[in-house]
């Protein structure tokens, strides 16, 4: 071995001596691209980097994969709310527990429409609806109902999500089927913690229902909801988020969506006395979830209306190339239309197109050239 070789050697055992794992796994994931066989030691060493060197080198693989300046808007719209026999700990939703919401009907087509057209102008290129339901089984006419929604809201050139629960394997061939781009599940914590938010649904039977959507060939969407870290079991601890990481940058295919949600307590929920997360753990979740699955759009979703611009700021470098928009996330309040609009003005942010197959992507493009001449003419 020659005196160069040697000291490329000695170089390289000193950089990975005095480098943090954030650094070692980014550079990794730069030369060699997304991977499926992290293990957990891995991934909680990146999570455990400190806190500059994750956000830097999460900035790091963010502008390798993704234009860094792209941030996708969407919006969120409760289409069925209330009602729900699940027991989520976090949810206003659950019928289980009193917080003033009352259960409503599925919103007609028209609502629904009108909601998504009111979206598309205001900006947001991905309409994702969301159904209070443990799952769709015996919803014969409401599900062929959201069908329609589907196939339409897909017409107007944008992305379409839903999150209605479980799903059976032909429900999610139907969806796609009418043009879903994704469906949203979220795992919420990891396995080992999970049975202290929710009760009335397993973990496994979230899996089956990723499967589900995936074999379909919808787009996964799937994440997780930051709780309190544990004091006296009050919540979770930093081993269940790298525990909720671990087993999605372990799938078969990594999720192509992975919203990052702080938890909004609301009064009459089990979890209405926690105290609101800190932009440092935001931060940590969104730097380790772009390190460890690249190509991934890392939604900052729901929480982010406690965060001031400069802190959202630091999410967008971290990695986060999304945000929900309108009023509302489902029933919780979300960012002012006004405020989202100077903060992309601020910081250069660009809105991100939709992105679907090719016969809907041309439809969009001449639209929006035929917009473009339009208002110049």
């Known amino acids: 071995m020659d005196a160069k070789t040697v000291g490329g050697c000695v170089a390289l055992f000193i950089y990975s001596s005095l480098s943090s794992a954030a650094a070692i796994q980014a550079e990794r994931t730069i030369r060699q691209g997304p991977r499926n066989d992290w293990n957990r030691d891995e991934i909680k060493a990146v999570y455990g980097s400190p806190v500059l060197d994750l956000l ?155 499967k589900f959507v995936r074999d379909a060939g919808i787009s996964v969407c799937s994440g997780n909801l930051i709780l309190l870290l544990r004091n006296n079991r009050a919540g979770e601890a930093e081993e269940d988020r790298v525990g909720l990481l671990h087993t999605l940058a372990t799938l078969p295919s990594h999720p192509e969506s992975v919203p990052i949600n702080a938890l909004v307590s609301v009064k009459g929920t089990p979890l209405q006395d926690q105290k609101p997360v800190e932009i440092w753990e935001m931060i940590r979740m969104i730097a380790t979830a772009r390190i460890v699955m690249p190509k991934a759009m890392v939604r900052l979703s729901a929480g982010r209306v406690k965060f001031s611009m400069p802190e959202q700021a630091l999410c967008f470098l971290a990695g986060a190339n999304s945000i929900f928009t309108g009023e509302k996330l489902l029933t919780t309040p979300n960012n002012d239309f006004d405020a989202d609009q100077l903060m992309f003005k601020v910081l250069g942010l660009i809105p991100k197109a939709p992105s679907f197959s090719e016969e809907p992507a041309k439809a969009y493009e001449a639209e929006t050239c035929e917009e473009a001449v339009s208002s110049s003419g």
């Not at 589907?150 to 999610?172: H, P, S, Y």
Request: glycine content about 8%; proline content about 1%; overall charge positive.
């Open 56 to 210: 830097f080198h999460g900035a790091q693989v963010h502008r390798h994969t993704h234009n860094f300046r792209e941030v996708q808007q969407c919006t969120l719209l409760s289409i069925k709310t209330g009602g729900c026999s699940e027991d989520c700990s976090y949810c206003p939703q659950s019928s289980r527990y009193d917080t003033g919401l009352k259960a409503q009907k599925l919103m007609t087509k028209d609502a629904v429409m009108e909601a998504a057209q009111k979206a598309k102008e205001a900006g947001s290129t991905r309409f994702c609806m969301g159904a209070a339901w443990r799952d769709t089984v015996g919803r014969k006419t409401n599900f062929n109902q959201i069908l329609e929604y589907v196939k339409d809201i897909r017409g107007m050139g944008m992305e379409v999500c839903c999150t209605l629960g479980m799903l059976e394997k032909q429900q999610a061939l139907k969806l796609k089927e009418a043009g879903l781009t994704a469906y949203n599940h979220n795992l919420d914590t990891s396995r080992e913690y999970y049975p202290n938010v929710i009760t009335t649904r397993t973990y496994d039977e979230r899996l089956e229902t990723i």
